[in-house]
């Protein structure tokens, strides 16, 4: 590659593109809640979810100067993240705390990024995290759901024009602002019918001697503030 083309690719990376039609934008958020709502869509969807949920997991890990041992991901949706280091403590919490924080803090910095147009940036920098996690990936199942996922993203970059490229990254943003929200209600489903006893809230609530709807608020509080903050940015106000 000659250096000509690395300036272009750089100045592609970093410059701004220009801001899609209210229309499209629009029309992505109703195709992300098409991809939310209906049952059997979300099992499907929701692997996206489980990725940036057990992602969030393992960065916050490594940043709180935990020891990375792996990540799986399940046919069921499910993750497993796992870390060596103290088994209590602030790097502990905040790991645990990631998970369901993740989708949601994802979907907001995507949404500053698309407000300042930086619609490449945002596409690149999705596949570099998606690269990263493969690495730390430990069963076929989420090897496979990593790099399929790793692909759409490439190949828009790559193959696509600036409108399917604006369109895809709206899309991906809305997704994750408002697939961070439904996993909170299947899981305050799921524990006041005494399911999930080992759930990232319960975990939380042992590590701190608080109660575990304290950690569902705060959930809560991040994922609703995301996707009104988030919106609000993504649609101009």
Known sequence: MQLTDVNNVWNELVGTQPDPSSWLVAGAALVALAAILPHGIWRLTRNAITIAHEGGHGLVALLSGRRLDGIRLHSDTSGLTVSRGRPTGIGMVLTAAAGYSAPSLLGILGAVL??????????????????????????????????????????????????????????????????????????????????????????????????????????????????????????GL
């Open 114 to 235: 698309l407000a300042a147009g930086h619609i490449t940036a945002l596409l690149w920098g999705a596949t570099a995290l998606l690269i990263a996690m493969l690495v730390m990936i430990r069963n076929a199942y989420g090897a496979v759901t990593v790099i399929l996922t790793g692909a759409a993203f490439l190949l828009v970059s790559w193959l696509t024009g600036p409108a399917v490229q604006a369109a895809f990254a709206y899309l991906v943003v809305w997704f994750l602002l408002l697939g961070g929200v439904r996993p909170l209600f299947e899981l305050q489903r799921k524990r006041r019918h005494g399911g999930a006893p080992d759930s990232d809230a319960d975990q939380l609530a042992r590590l701190t001697h608080t109660p575990a709807a304290l950690w569902m608020l705060l959930f809560y509080a991040i994922g609703l503030i995301g996707l009104f903050g988030g919106g609000r940015w993504l649609l």
